[in-house]
C-alpha cells in the first residue's frame, strides 16, 4: 500500500510484518482498496503487529517495548504483575507463573505497548491489541471488569500498579 496505487504486495513478499496474521490483515486491506474503500494505510503493521511465540511457556507481545516508546520520545511508565499471582492462576496449580507487562504513554494515558509470558497468555494478547489499536485511555480500561477467576485479572493488577506509580 506504499508507493504505487496500482501495486499491492502482502504478506511475507512486502517485508514488513512476517507473521501470517498479519498478511491475512494485509489482504483485507487490499480487498477493501480493490472494492473502492477508502483504506489508510497497512496501520497495524507499524503500530500494532501482535505477536506469539508458541512456547512453553507463551511469550506474546504486541505495541513498543519500553526502549522503542522512549526512543520515540514517548513518556512511559512500565508495570508487571505476575500472571500467576491472581486467582486464576491459583486455578491452574502450583508453578503457573509468569509475567505481564504494560508500557503506558503517561501523557496520552493509553497503553502503547504490552508483553505477556506465562502458559496460555497468547489468548491474552488480543485484548491488549485492541487496547493500543482503539487508544483506550487507562482510565476507561479501569471500568472492564475481568471475569473472577481468570488470568486475565491481571489487567486489574497492571492497572492498580499504574495508579500506584501516579501516587
Not at 485492541?130 to 497492571?158: G, K, N, Q, Y
Request: overall charge negative; cysteine-free.
Amino acid at each position: 500500500m506504499d508507493g504505487h496505487s496500482w501495486l499491492y504486495v502482502v504478506g511475507d513478499a512486502n517485508g514488513r510484518a512476517l507473521l501470517t496474521h498479519q498478511g491475512k490483515y494485509q489482504a483485507r486491506l487490499v480487498g477493501d482498496a480493490l472494492a473502492g474503500v477508502e483504506v489508510d494505510a497497512a496501520w497495524a503493521d507499524h503500530t500494532a503487529t501482535p505477536r506469539v511465540v508458541f512456547t512453553d511457556p507463551q511469550v506474546a507481545s504486541v505495541g513498543l517495548t519500553e526502549a522503542q516508546a522512549r526512543d520515540a520520545g514517548i513518556e512511559v511508565v512500565t508495570v508487571r504483575h505476575d500472571v500467576g499471582a491472581t486467582a486464576g492462576g491459583a486455578l491452574l496449580g502450583t508453578g503457573t507463573s509468569g509475567t505481564a507487562q504494560l508500557v503506558i504513554d503517561t501523557r496520552a494515558r493509553t497503553i502503547v505497548g504490552a508483553t505477556f509470558v506465562g502458559p496460555g497468555v497468547g489468548e491474552m494478547l488480543h485484548a491488549a491489541t485492541i487496547a493500543i489499536v482503539s487508544e483506550v485511555t487507562v482510565d476507561r480500561l479501569w471500568h472492564a471488569v475481568p471475569p473472577f477467576p481468570t488470568i486475565s485479572e491481571v489487567w486489574l493488577r497492571l492497572l492498580e500498579a499504574f495508579r500506584d506509580t501516579e501516587r
